[in-house]
């Protein structure tokens, strides 16, 4: 059975395979994802790690002079993705958005190296790697944190990686829709409108994009510019971990520099965490940093955040958090509280569980100790592909495979899962 499932994981990563990277599925994403990379490499690694470098390479290769990696490379045109390049407008040569995405390649990148068979590729490659990782790592402090909190902001939901997530309804209902372009929708041609983000929503994404745009895509203005700056405890969780992964690759690998500021990077985020959390509910939270306020919104970000070393005591509170909302659905993690009146079990990051955000939270909490809601969430993930196949998402209750099929990233975490 295991087998079985790896080899059909590795079969959905074949298909979306176009050689020197991955989409994340046929259809609805026919271009390279960011923090989709990365992820997708550590399924590579465990048969083909040289294709699991190339992945990583192909990514960076498209990073800015400024040192930021977009969200997506648009290697090959193909008009079924709303919004595109001419949409974007970031003069590239091969196009690119002018937004980023979750850091996660920092902690990849570590893994790979770690558990390489072929030691003597992988030390190549990922010394060239490390002053990429680390360019992007500073350009997140300068560009992001512009008062030195400790704390970056995303500006635009896209760059959480959650685009419809419950934590950014009230900050995103001050993003305006005057002026926006009319556009079409494709992804609702591939997917089901339901599992979907709204148009109301896609108005006010395509406003932001238009807005940073007409700045000429200048991250040393966009973060000011922006009527939506929001901390995000998981993509603050993400970049800290990469740093203090970094950090201990670099110290291997002799570059005691970047060692030493990497884990700068990673010591001052971890302190600066706990500002984020939130008694009352048992988790952490956003903070929106335009409007100055917490955002008391009970989501997996704030579990999320279980990913890089938070004191070992929230841990086990985030781990006890979990098992509350164990008592209202059956799969673990759902991305928001089913017991919440904005929870929609079907739609996108409102409530389905995500297997990429499973494997980070379960990973983080392997590392705090917490090994049993940690197993528990790695048996749920495996139990959702055994009743659902390799889906984008699937609702916490009833295991409905939602979004696209045969998705790239979490057949990525079968493979890593079961190895
Ligand atoms: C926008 C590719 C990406 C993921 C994101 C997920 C979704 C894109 C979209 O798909 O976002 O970036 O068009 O809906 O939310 O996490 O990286 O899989």
Redesign the pocket.
Known sequence: MRQDLIDQARAVLARNDRGHYTV??HGL?PFQ????SALSALGFAHYDEARAWTEIETLFDHQWEDGKVP??IFHEMDDG?FPGPDVWGTARRIPTSGIT?PPVTGFAVRRIFDRARDKAMAERRARALLPRIHAWHKWFYRNRDPQGTGLVAIIHP?ES???NSVDWDEAFARVPTEGVAPFQRR?TSHANPAH??TDEQYKRYIWLVQHFRSLGWDNTRLHDASPFRMVDPGFNAILIRSCSDLADLAQQLGETEIAADSRAFAERGIAAMDSLWHDGLGQYVCFDRAAGKQIDSPSIGGLLAAFCAIPHARAQAVAARIATLAESARFMVPSHDPTAPEYDGLR??RGPVWLIVNYMISDGLKEAGQAGMAQRIDTDSIRLIEESGFA?YYDPITAEPCGGGS?T?TAAMVIEILN
């Open positions: 994340p599925t994403y994802w960011n923090w989709d969200h997506i993705y995405q896209w990686g959650r685009d992804d979907r983000p996108y990051w984008e998705f990233w």
